[in-house]
T-cell receptor
Framework: NAGVTQTPKFRVLKTGQSMTLLCAQDMNHEYMYWYRQDPGMGLRLIHY???????AKGEVPDGYNVSRLKKQNFLLGLESAAPSQTSVYFCASSPRQGYHSTPSGHTGELFFGEGSRLTVL | QQQVKQSPQSLIVQKGGISIINCAYE??????FPWYQQFPGKGPALLIA?????SEKKEGRFTISFNKSAKQFSLHIMDSQPGDSATYFCAASVETSGSRLTFGEGTQLTVNP
C-alpha cells in the first residue's frame, strides 16, 4: 500500500547540473502533479498531467520539464539547476473527477508523496 | 499573484484552546475549498473540505466556516491538542480544472501542552 513514492528523497546539485525526480503512484490515478514548497509561499504548481502522455504547465514551470510516459509515473526534470530551484518538491496524484471517489468521499482529493529536498549550490 | 491569502503565518495555542486560521480568495470561480494538514517530513494530507453551497462543515474537532460574499473561509480547531501541531494549508480550485489546487501560504500551528 505504497501510495505515492518519490525518489530521491534528498539531493545536492551544483549550479548547471541536471537531474530527474521520479514519482510513482500505485492507485491508478489519472491526474498527477508536481508542486514545490518554499517557506512563506505555500505549495506552487509546477506542471501537471491529466493522463498518460499528456502534460501541462502550472504556475511556475520555467526551468522544469516533465514527462508522463506511463500512467503510474510522472518525472520532473531540471536541465540546468539554479540556486533558485532549491526547494522541497512534492508529487501528488488524484483520481479523475466525477468518476471516482476517494475513501474520504472527495473526488478532488490529492494524495501527496513525502517530498524530495533539493539543494542547488 | 497569490490568489489565496492565508493568515496568520504562525500560531501558538494552549492545549484545549481554539485555533483559528483564515483564508481569503480572489477568484469567484473557485468552487472547492479544502484544508490540508502537513506534519514535519511528510506530504500534506486532506483534512476537511467544503463547497460553497454550505456555510459550515464540521468533522470532529475541525470546522470550516465559509463566507461566499466576503470570499473568505476559515478553519477552526476546537479543543486543540499537541498532536494537532502541524502546518495547515488552505486551498481552492475550480472543480472542472482537474484538481489544480491553488494553495495559501501555510500556517504553522504549535499547540503547547
Amino acid at each position: 500500500n505504497a501510495g505515492v513514492t518519490q525518489t530521491p528523497k534528498f539531493r545536492v546539485l551544483k549550479t548547471g547540473q541536471s537531474m530527474t525526480l521520479l514519482c510513482a503512484q500505485d492507485m491508478n490515478h489519472e491526474y498527477m502533479y508536481w508542486y514545490r514548497q518554499d517557506p512563506g509561499m505555500g505549495l506552487r504548481l509546477i506542471h501537471y498531467s491529466v493522463g498518460e502522455g499528456t502534460t501541462a504547465k502550472g504556475e511556475v514551470p520555467d526551468g522544469y520539464n516533465v514527462s508522463r510516459l506511463k500512467k503510474q509515473n510522472f518525472l520532473l526534470g531540471l536541465e540546468s539547476a539554479a540556486p533558485s530551484q532549491t526547494s522541497v518538491y512534492f508529487c501528488a496524484s488524484s483520481p479523475r473527477q466525477g468518476y471516482h471517489s476517494t475513501p474520504s468521499g472527495h473526488t478532488g482529493e490529492l494524495f501527496f508523496g513525502e517530498g524530495s529536498r533539493l539543494t542547488v549550490l | 499573484q497569490q490568489q489565496v491569502k492565508q493568515s496568520p503565518q504562525s500560531l501558538i495555542v494552549q492545549k484545549g484552546g481554539i485555533s483559528i486560521i483564515n483564508c481569503a480568495y480572489e477568484n469567484t470561480a473557485f468552487d472547492y475549498f479544502p484544508w490540508y494538514q502537513q506534519f514535519p517530513g511528510k506530504g500534506p494530507a486532506l483534512l476537511i473540505a467544503i463547497r460553497p453551497d454550505v456555510s459550515e462543515k464540521k468533522e470532529g474537532r475541525f470546522t470550516i466556516s465559509f463566507n461566499k460574499s466576503a470570499k473568505q473561509f476559515s478553519l477552526h480547531i476546537m479543543d486543540s491538542q499537541p498532536g494537532d501541531s502541524a502546518t495547515y494549508f488552505c486551498a481552492a480550485s475550480v472543480e472542472t480544472s482537474g484538481s489544480r489546487l491553488t494553495f495559501g501560504e501555510g500556517t504553522q500551528l504549535t499547540v503547547n501542552p
